[in-house]
């Protein structure tokens, strides 16, 4: 199905906003959710978002995404405009398109709070509500759950890869657009990362914002030397670029302009942005504390990713923080997860898939993660009825098209619970090689025969 709308008449700007959302979308959840509403299927259906697989890069994800689709969900409105636009199109019909118009999302959702390590085939979220509605929520919440997903998993390998080191996240302006760069950005900071150089994440999450100085600004003053001294006159406790030219020469630089300045010296670190950085901060380290200058910082840059800092840190790099762009923004080794939103149950009955490779679990389902002196040791997916041992994952975020107050948090009470619960972690899995074997998680003895009574009920 295709259609031009180069007539639909003027565009409603170039961003994506609370006003326009209702139409990020795939056609065919409209064709779809039309289809339903003609055939009279109104009836409640279960969906489950999962990973249907881990990339061979991750032992775990860490779920991440859920405050944004929520609101997506609760704010989700197609107001005259976009009719006006549906109506362009040749599939919808008016009785649609009023519906289209009375449209609020009213069902129930079951998440696993954010900042939680999760494993494949567990759902992060399951929606409960009319077939239509919860069809139409597939592709907002596929979109900012995987997403945010994504990256604050791989942060979280950064994170743990910088063994206590401060890491700044550095990445917008290599990030896959405006949005990504300012999601990206809190899902960063909720895996760990210590600040940002995104000022509109900033302002919008009440991350701490952090920078240092770029090589145009240097290159811009005819010597290296009043660059440094101009920069700190207005920043006197900021990070000094010292590689523009020769890294160790700017070293020296620092160290001459230290002498100078005396006691109105107070650069609080330089920053090594190519080369071997672990020799160069040896050697700065040593230059640096033989001057005196032992409280001044040594922050690394230069495409970093994981495996680098944790070379870094196990050659023993006297380096204080980590300045990390787009290999974690984009999660450059493993920048998309298999994660779909399936149907697993619909009128009372539960639905499957059996196709190979792409199996779903039936019914409304909960995870119980089994722990032994406070470490996870397994996950069990059940049934959500089914009695298990076990801490249960998935709680109710949403009620009726409402959040929860209760179970409603703030990005600081995501970035505590994801700390905590990878400490919980087996230690093999928070390492960056893969971890062999994996994580075990398994299917109760209920959810079990309810995928052999839906099997049967099919003729699979």
């Not at 030219?245 to 920053?271: H, K, M, N, S, W």
């Not at 020799?279 to 380290?285: I, P, S, Y």
């Not at 960056?432 to 099919?458: C, D, F, H, K, N």
Request: aromatic share 8%; with cysteine.
């Amino acid at each position: 199905m295709t259609a031009d709308a180069a007539d639909a008449g003027p565009r409603p700007g170039h961003w994506v906003s609370d006003a326009n959302q209702a139409l990020l979308t795939d056609l065919y959840q409209l064709t779809m959710a039309q289809a339903y509403l003609m055939e009279g299927m109104r009836d409640e259906a279960v969906f489950s978002l999962f990973a249907r697989r881990l990339p061979d890069q991750r032992n775990y994800l860490l779920a991440c995404g859920l405050d944004d689709a929520l609101h997506c969900l609760e704010t989700a409105r197609f107001d005259e405009a976009a009719l006006a636009y549906l109506a362009t199109l040749p599939w919808f019909r008016a009785e649609f398109l009023d519906w289209l118009r009375a449209f609020r999302f009213r069902g129930d959702v079951y998440a696993v709070p954010e900042g939680t390590p999760v494993f494949a085939g567990e759902p992060l979220l399951e929606v409960v509500a009319p077939i239509a509605e919860a069809q139409l929520a597939e592709t907002i919440l596929l979109n900012q759950v995987h997403f945010e997903t994504v990256v604050a998993s791989k942060a979280s390998r950064v994170v743990d890869a910088a063994a206590g080191r401060r890491v700044v996240d550095f990445g917008l302006r290599r990030m896959h657009g405006a949005d990504a760069g300012l999601k990206a950005a809190r899902a960063c900071y909720l895996a760990g990362v210590h600040a940002t150089s995104n000022v509109l994440g900033g302002w919008c999450y009440g991350i701490p914002v952090a920078g240092t100085m770029a090589h145009s600004y240097v290159q811009a003053h005819d010597r290296e030397p009043d660059a440094f001294r101009r920069f700190l006159a207005l920043y006197p406790e900021t990070i000094l670029l010292v590689d523009t030219y020769d890294t160790l020469a700017g070293v020296d630089q620092v160290i001459a302009l230290a002498r100078e300045l005396g006691p109105r010296f107070r650069a609080r670190g330089i920053r090594l942005d190519s080369g071997d950085l672990g020799a160069l901060a040896v050697e700065a380290r040593r230059r640096l504390d033989a001057a005196g200058l032992t409280g001044v910082e040594i922050f690394a840059s230069s495409g970093l990713d994981e495996y680098q800092i944790a070379a870094l840190v196990a050659r023993g790099a006297p380096i204080d923080g980590f300045g990390v762009g787009a290999a974690m923004g984009v999660a450059a080794d493993a920048p998309v997860l298999d994660m779909v939103y399936k149907l697993a149950a619909y009128a009372g009955k539960a639905r499957l898939k059996t196709s190979p490779g792409k199996e779903i679990l039936p019914g409304r389902k909960q995870v119980y993660r089994i722990e032994a002196e406070g470490r996870a040791v397994r996950d069990v997916i059940a049934l959500a009825g089914e009695d298990h041992p076990g801490r249960p994952l998935l709680r109710p975020v949403m009620r009726r098209g409402e959040r929860l107050a209760e179970d409603r948090d703030t990005l600081e009470a995501a970035r505590q619970r994801a700390r905590d619960e990878r400490d919980r972690l087996p230690p093999e899995l928070r390492g960056i090689e893969p971890a062999r074997p994996g994580y075990p998680v398994t299917v109760s003895p209920g959810l079990e025969a309810l995928r052999r009574q839906a099997r049967s009920a099919v003729g699979a």
